[in-house]
């Protein structure tokens, strides 16, 4: 026996459900929630509707979210993450003079400008071995 699809409307319903039986736990009486059905851009779009909550049942959740950060240490967001230019490394400078590397170097330019990415990281590649001839 194969289960029914479960459409965007279903899958808001029990959603919707889901946060009824959560308040309901927490002692907060309050109407069921109800899926809003709207169309944006041509396509149609399922959203819960949640119940709307009394001023005092409101600072109740509040209360119970905020207790619950508490205990599991997550008063606040914890501080961004800094994270480099992802393809530093692969963009090695090429030699000031050396006329492989430059034409190399425009190869890249160019293959960029055309969004062909896979050529300029070769391009980059041969820059960063050339390089190594360079030194030697």
Same mark, same amino acid.
């Given at each position: 026996?194969? =289960?029914?699809?479960? =459409?965007?409307?279903?899958?808001?319903?029990?959603?919707?459900?889901?946060?009824?039986?959560?308040? !309901?736990?927490?002692?907060?009486?309050? *109407? *069921?929630?109800?899926?809003? +059905? =709207?169309?944006?851009?041509?396509? !149609?779009?399922?959203?819960?509707?949640?119940?709307?909550? =009394?001023?005092?049942?409101?600072?109740?959740?509040?209360?119970?979210?905020?207790?619950? +950060?508490? +205990?599991?240490?997550?008063?606040?967001?914890?501080? *961004?993450?800094?994270?480099?230019?992802?393809?530093?490394?692969?963009?090695?400078?090429?030699?000031?003079?050396?006329?492989?590397?430059?034409?190399?170097? !425009?190869?890249?330019?160019?293959?960029? !400008?055309?969004?062909?990415?896979?050529?300029?990281?070769?391009?980059?590649?041969?820059?960063?071995?050339?390089?190594?001839?360079?030194?030697?």
């Amino acid at each position: 026996m194969t =289960t029914p699809a479960r =459409t965007p409307y279903s899958a808001c319903a029990e959603e919707g459900a889901n946060l009824d039986a959560a308040l !309901k736990e927490l002692g907060i009486a309050a *109407p *069921p929630s109800t899926v809003q +059905m =709207t169309e944006e851009g041509g396509m !149609k779009v399922a959203r819960v509707a949640p119940p709307l909550l =009394t001023p005092s049942q409101t600072a109740r959740l509040t209360g119970v979210v905020n207790d619950g +950060m508490a +205990m599991a240490g997550n008063r606040c967001q914890e501080r *961004p993450v800094s994270l480099g230019e992802p393809y530093a490394d692969l963009s090695p400078a090429p030699v000031p003079g050396c006329v492989e590397c430059s034409a190399l170097d !425009k190869e890249r330019h160019e293959a960029r !400008k055309r969004r062909q990415f896979a050529t300029a990281v070769v391009a980059s590649q041969r820059i960063r071995n050339h390089e190594r001839g360079h030194r030697a």
